[in-house]
């Protein structure tokens, strides 16, 4: 059995909820928050078979968009914040980061 980890913007949550609930996957969302943007997004636990990883894989990729987002970064540490004027600049997010974990054992009482 396998635990797959993926972190997905909060966009694309709903379809891919949607589309790993139409495929028998279960799963269960937490909200999460990015280290780097600060900004909310989604992931998701699948605990599933190892011969079913690969399904699961594609329905992550079918349904997380990858998309540019404006960044403005924070002010110097301690740099005069009068003069800092942050300047935007753009990262490409997603579709999805996702860890594979092996399992070694699964219960529900
Ligand atoms: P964030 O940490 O908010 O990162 C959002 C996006 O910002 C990243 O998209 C990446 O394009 C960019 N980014 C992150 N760190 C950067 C840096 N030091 N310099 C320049 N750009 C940087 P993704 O790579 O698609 O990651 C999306 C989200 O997935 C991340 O949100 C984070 O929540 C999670 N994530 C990514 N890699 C991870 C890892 N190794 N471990 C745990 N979570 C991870």
Redesign the pocket.
């Given at each position: 059995m396998k635990m797959i980890i993926a972190?997905?913007?909060d966009k694309d949550s709903n379809r891919l909820t949607d589309a790993l609930a139409e495929n028998d996957f279960k799963t269960t969302k937490l909200s999460?928050?990015?280290?780097?943007?600060?900004?909310g997004?989604t992931?998701f636990m699948i605990g599933c078979e190892d011969g079913e990883v690969d399904d699961a894989l594609d329905i992550i990729r079918n349904n997380c968009s990858?998309r540019e987002?404006m960044?403005a970064p924070i002010s110097p540490m301690g740099g005069n914040a009068d003069s800092y004027i942050p300047k935007p600049v753009k990262?490409?997010?997603?579709?999805?980061?996702v860890?594979i974990l092996p399992i070694d054992s699964f219960f529900q009482f």
């Open positions: 972190v997905v913007q999460t928050t990015g280290g780097f943007l600060r900004e997004n992931t990858q987002q960044v990262v490409e997010v997603g579709g999805a980061t860890f």
